[in-house]
């Protein structure tokens, strides 16, 4: 069985061969840890922009490079939101979802746009996208998704409810 078959069976809560393995994320500078490990320990790190969804090409090469000596059945990627820096620490999408950002500069999602019903009226988040924002998910479909599936992870624009 192959790894996008293992996935797709587990997926249709059938029994594959064996327990699919896949990563959930893997930011920029890891990947960048992981190959000089198992694949080369000359690897030029070059800029090193560490957000989802904004890495670069060579960095999502590396990636699919890594799924494929881990022999993993899928990778997760991520599409651009255009993050704007706010300040050290927070940064906004183009959706105005806002972010804390980690000491590694990975966006954590703590107050989206919408906050109550009315803040729907009138917002449309697939007008805001573009295609370039896709560019890496895209390279890892044609790079990877023949043979591994690929998961698409999405940011929604709700502020979650907290309870004091």
Same mark, same amino acid.
């Given at each position: 069985?192959?790894? *996008?078959? *293992?996935?797709?069976?587990?997926?249709?809560?059938?029994?594959?061969?064996?327990?699919?393995?896949?990563?959930?994320?893997?930011?920029?500078? %890891?990947?960048?840890? =992981?190959?000089? =490990?198992?694949?080369?320990?000359?690897?030029?790190?070059?800029?090193?922009?560490? *957000?989802?969804?904004?890495?670069?090409?060579?960095? =999502?090469?590396?990636?699919?490079?890594?799924?494929?000596?881990?022999?993993?059945? %899928?990778?997760?990627?991520?599409? %651009?939101?255009?993050?704007? %820096?706010?300040?050290?620490?927070?940064?906004?999408? *183009?959706?105005?979802?806002?972010?804390?950002?980690?000491?590694?500069?990975?966006?954590?999602?703590?107050?989206?746009?919408?906050?109550?019903?009315?803040?729907?009226?009138?917002?449309?988040?697939?007008?805001? =996208?573009?295609?370039?924002?896709?560019?890496?998910?895209?390279?890892?479909?044609?790079?990877?998704?023949?043979?591994?599936?690929?998961?698409?992870?999405?940011?929604?624009?709700?502020?979650?409810?907290?309870?004091?």
């Amino acid at each position: 069985m192959d790894c *996008r078959g *293992r996935i797709l069976k587990a997926l249709n809560n059938e029994i594959p061969d064996r327990v699919p393995t896949f990563e959930l994320l893997i930011d920029e500078a %890891s990947i960048i840890k =992981l190959a000089k =490990l198992l694949i080369n320990g000359s690897i030029n790190t070059g800029n090193i922009k560490t *957000r989802f969804g904004e890495e670069s090409q060579r960095s =999502l090469e590396l990636h699919c490079q890594i799924a494929e000596k881990l022999d993993l059945d %899928s990778l997760t990627t991520y599409f %651009s939101t255009g993050l704007n %820096s706010i300040d050290d620490n927070i940064a906004e999408d *183009r959706f105005g979802t806002k972010y804390h950002l980690s000491e590694h500069g990975q966006p954590l999602p703590f107050e989206g746009p919408i906050k109550s019903l009315k803040d729907t009226a009138g917002f449309d988040m697939a007008k805001s =996208l573009k295609d370039e924002d896709f560019e890496g998910p895209n390279y890892i479909i044609k790079r990877a998704g023949g043979k591994r599936a690929v998961f698409l992870l999405l940011s929604d624009p709700f502020t979650a409810a907290t309870t004091t």
